[in-house]
């Protein structure tokens, strides 16, 4: 069956196993978690010295795994063979023997196939055959990469599973830094967690600087709102002292400033629920797009898209001078988009 995260952490929670497992995609982060969640959930500890076999994509021989699944557990309830970053294989066309086992599966057996940074191609024939059985039989489930948009809710949700409380402002200011890593970001919970006494658990800037190791006061975030706010002191200062990639930065203030232009667009008189939906942000940032919808006009938010995209490829050295330097770059594209 095709089934969401959360069916399958409930699925494994009751031990409801299912012959095959497929976790595939370009989110590796929940391809992990369920892999985890079954390598502690099948066997015990003594009983998987006898019946659990781990093998990665790169040393894998499908004929010989296949051969493992027909054997019968000893001493134990199943026989679990992990096959691991299964887009390593030299031929992965060797993916589709599997269809052929599972037209007589061992009962006993559970095959978990991981297949990360990418999706098997269900175009070609012979995958769409056996992951349809796959999907009959068991579990296939696609990873998708987080979308920079969707991240608040599943921050504050870590931090909440961690016994944590977490603001706003600490939330975008974690996601400014990590991105979109779902492993890094809840390995900073856990450090937290460890760190906060029980009675004081909420997390706040402060906390992230100390932690992460950034400021608060030079990154991209507060860049964009000193050029919403069209404070050209501020934005300098922020220019002088961030550590962050201009690439990264370029990339933030696209996003701002397409979502400005939406916003822009709106029709009049809608509510800033609406706002945020439209925009796909949380109801707090939408002040700064109102704020800075009194200091853009839509001619000069096209132009500021303009300008970032031409200094995006002069970053990466395209019809950009031998002299200049990210530095330079950047703080002549703020110059010219704030004036």
């Known amino acids: 069956m095709a089934a969401t995260y959360s069916d399958i952490v409930k699925q494994i929670s009751i031990k409801q196993f299912m012959p095959i497992y497929i976790f595939m995609g370009t989110e590796s982060y929940y391809i992990d978690k369920l892999t985890e969640l079954l390598e502690a959930s099948i066997l015990t500890d003594d009983e998987k010295v006898m019946n659990e076999t781990v093998i990665f994509g790169k040393d894998a021989v499908m004929e010989n795994i296949l051969t493992d699944a027909r054997q019968y557990p000893v001493m134990a309830p199943y026989r679990v063979i992990f096959l691991k970053e299964a887009q390593m294989l030299a031929n992965k066309n060797k993916l589709s023997l599997i269809?052929?086992?599972?037209?007589?599966?061992?009962?006993?057996?559970?095959?978990?196939?991981?297949?990360?940074?990418?999706v098997i191609d269900s175009r070609k024939k012979e995958n769409k055959e056996w992951l349809s059985k796959a999907e009959k039989l068991g579990v296939v489930f696609t990873s998708e990469k987080i979308r920079e948009y969707q991240l608040p809710p599943i921050v504050t949700q870590m931090a909440d599973r961690e016994g944590l409380d977490i603001d706003d402002k600490a939330v975008n200011l974690l996601i400014e830094h990590v991105g979109s890593d779902l492993t890094q970001i809840e390995s900073i919970m856990r450090q937290f967690s460890l760190m906060l006494p029980t009675g004081h658990r909420r997390i706040d800037s402060d906390a992230i600087e100390k932690v992460v190791g950034i400021s608060k006061d030079y990154t991209s975030f507060e860049l964009i709102n000193a050029m919403f706010q069209k404070d050209v002191r501020k934005a300098n200062l922020i220019i002088g002292h961030t550590t962050e990639p201009i690439q990264r930065i370029i990339a933030s203030l696209f996003t701002s400033y397409a979502n400005l232009l939406i916003y822009l667009y709106m029709p009049a008189g809608s509510s800033?629920?609406?706002?945020?939906?439209?925009?796909r942000v949380q109801p707090f940032a939408v002040r700064n797009y109102k704020a800075a919808a009194a200091r853009y006009n839509k001619r000069q938010v096209f132009?500021?898209?303009?300008?970032l995209r031409q200094y995006d490829t002069m970053s990466k050295g395209v019809n950009c001078p031998s002299s200049a330097n990210s530095y330079g770059l950047l703080q002549e594209l703020v110059y010219k988009i704030m004036h």
């Open 303 to 307: 132009n500021a898209i303009g300008l």
């Open 99 to 118: 269809g052929k086992y599972l037209e007589h599966p061992v009962s006993s057996t559970i095959i978990v196939v991981t297949y990360k940074n990418g």
């Open 272 to 279: 800033d629920s609406d706002a945020a939906s439209t925009l």
